[in-house]
């Protein structure tokens, strides 16, 4: 059964940076294309970026497009996502999720997300 | 790249059935049918229930459904169970490797 377990999460002031990490068992990690969503509190979905399996394609969202940083390590089975320059409106819960196939457009595994604050 | 749009709010009684719609653009649910739906209950992940438009994933019962017309794709769930009230997203590819989801939709079992 594949498992999806997030962390780095806390809270941090505007401007500073973190990295949060997803740890990935259960299934074959190098095999998947991974994703990063966002949850700002009370609201919707918002899909972060991604990383093909085998790391050679990255695209992000417009809204952390030069800020965040995806990456992965397929040796240790985790995902990454690297934070810089955060602002308030990145607040929220960050969730990791696998694509259901190599080229499948859907999400069909979620971690349980890790929260994100910044707040001066 | 803006939301594809769903109705903050839909409602029905034990045994209806509800539909609930994600209106979008034909950069997103118009050019592709890569529409799926993602079902998430207070505090937890969201949980797949359609892609690919119309597919379900194994495990999902046959109440729920899944169309598109043009810019629009549905949801409808019949035979409405207590377990069924949660939110509901739709997202789409929107082309270049990103994608984007509808605002939600909370669906209250009466």
């Known amino acids: 059964q594949e498992h999806l377990v997030e962390s780095g999460g806390g809270v941090v002031r505007p401007g500073r940076s973190l990295t949060l990490s997803c740890a990935a068992s259960?299934?074959?990690?190098?095999?998947?294309?991974m994703h990063w969503v966002r949850q700002a509190p009370g609201q919707g979905l918002e899909w972060v970026a991604v990383?093909?399996?085998?790391?050679?394609?990255?695209y992000y969202a417009d809204s952390v497009k030069g800020r965040f940083t995806i990456s992965r390590d397929n040796s240790k089975n985790t995902l990454n996502l690297q934070m810089n320059n955060l602002r308030a409106e990145d607040t929220g819960v960050y969730f990791c999720?696998?694509?259901?196939?190599?080229?499948?457009?859907?999400?069909?595994?979620w971690g349980q997300g890790t929260l994100v604050t910044v707040s001066s | 790249q803006s939301a594809p749009t769903q109705p903050r709010s839909v409602s029905g009684s034990p045994g209806q059935s509800v539909t609930i719609s994600c209106t979008g653009t034909?950069?997103?649910?118009?050019?592709?049918?890569?529409v799926s739906w993602y079902q998430q209950h207070p505090g937890k992940a969201p949980k797949l229930i359609i892609h690919?438009?119309?597919k379900r994933p194994s495990g999902v019962p046959d109440r729920f459904s899944g169309s598109k017309s043009g810019n629009t794709a549905s949801l409808t769930i019949s035979g409405l169970q207590a377990d069924d009230e949660a939110d509901y997203y739709c997202?789409?590819?929107?082309?270049?490797?990103?994608?984007?989801f509808g605002g939600g939709t909370k669906l209250t079992v009466l």
């Open positions: 999720a696998r694509e259901t196939l190599v080229g499948a457009r859907d999400f069909d595994s």
């Open positions: 259960g299934f074959t990690f190098g095999a998947y294309g």
């Open positions: 990383i093909s399996y085998d790391e050679s394609n990255k």
């Open positions: 034909s950069s997103d649910i118009g050019a592709y049918n890569y």
């Open positions: 690919d438009v119309s």
């Open positions: 997202c789409s590819y929107a082309g270049t490797y990103t994608w984007v």
